[in-house]
């Protein structure tokens, strides 16, 4: 929405869909194009069923399935990418935000299917390859892998994901679902989540609201599970008054 006039032939399904995915790929298909864990959609992680489809359908028609991890990726979900948690192998990654951790840095992965494509000097950037912003990103991935935070994120993921399905226990007419993976996580409510976010501001935790009525917890991969239970309590405060009215 509002990104209008697309290029032609570009078409979009519901997510999840596999009914519409058949419906829409043929042999004239380019590529599938998608986040295996939307973000601003509501954190929404695709499900089994689509990505057996998806699957079988690349094997038919042989199109590309893209993935855009830029912000379901670099270790967020307590893997490296969002799609390993699906057992997918997409043909191109697009990655970036994190990446740089804080400096500018983008870059997109392909694997032997598109190795070709690109050569040196056939796709150019201003900024492409800035030494230091590649530095940054080095050092990044080398503490996200190697430096154990990816496995932290996982642990935050079920910590988090633990403590908001007790408060879905408690304030089930407020909180419809509850999903996500590691660092990144919604809590989907039956009301505007907005004021909910807006009052979580108010208290010092930093949550938005997206999709309507979801809100989406981004934590940093170094948050303390002190921090967390601070998150839940504030949380349960804002449900409680909230229910009151």
């Known amino acids: 929405?509002?990104?209008?006039?697309?290029?032609?032939?570009?078409?979009?399904?519901?997510?999840?869909?596999?009914?519409?995915?058949?419906?829409?790929?043929?042999?004239?298909?380019?590529?599938?194009?998608?986040?295996?864990?939307?973000?601003?959609?509501?954190?929404?992680?695709?499900?089994?069923?689509?990505?057996?489809?998806?699957?079988?359908?690349?094997?038919?028609?042989?199109?590309?399935?893209?993935?855009?991890?830029?912000?379901?990726?670099?270790?967020?979900?307590?893997?490296?990418?969002?799609?390993?948690?699906?057992?997918?192998?997409?043909?191109?990654?697009?990655?970036?935000?994190?990446?740089?951790?804080?400096?500018?840095?983008?870059?997109?992965?392909g694997n032997e299917r598109v190795t070709d494509v690109f050569t040196y000097g056939v796709h150019g950037t201003t900024f492409g390859g800035n030494p230091v912003a590649c530095a940054a990103g080095l050092a990044v991935i080398n503490e996200i892998v190697d430096g154990g935070l990816m496995k932290r994120a996982g642990e935050i993921g079920e910590y988090l994901l633990g403590g908001f399905r007790k408060l879905k226990a408690e304030f089930g007419q407020l909180v419809k679902d509850v999903r996500g993976m590691g660092c990144m996580l919604g809590i989907e409510l039956t009301v505007d989540a907005q004021p909910f976010a807006d009052e979580l501001q108010a208290r010092g935790i930093l949550v938005n609201c997206t999709n309507t009525k979801v809100l989406r917890f981004l934590p940093p991969y170094i948050v303390t599970d002190e921090q967390c239970d601070l998150v839940l309590d504030e949380l349960q405060q804002v449900l409680r008054s909230r229910a009151k009215t």
């Open 1 to 109: 929405q509002d990104y209008e006039p697309f290029l032609e032939h570009v078409y979009h399904i519901t997510f999840n869909s596999a009914v519409e995915l058949r419906e829409k790929v043929n042999e004239e298909t380019l590529g599938v194009v998608l986040e295996f864990i939307q973000g601003e959609g509501g954190v929404n992680p695709v499900s089994r069923e689509f990505v057996e489809e998806l699957k079988a359908l690349r094997d038919q028609y042989g199109f590309l399935i893209i993935a855009d991890a830029i912000q379901c990726g670099m270790g967020r979900t307590g893997k490296f990418f969002s799609f390993e948690h699906f057992g997918i192998r997409p043909d191109i990654v697009c990655v970036a935000k994190a990446l740089g951790g804080g400096l500018p840095l983008g870059a997109f992965l």
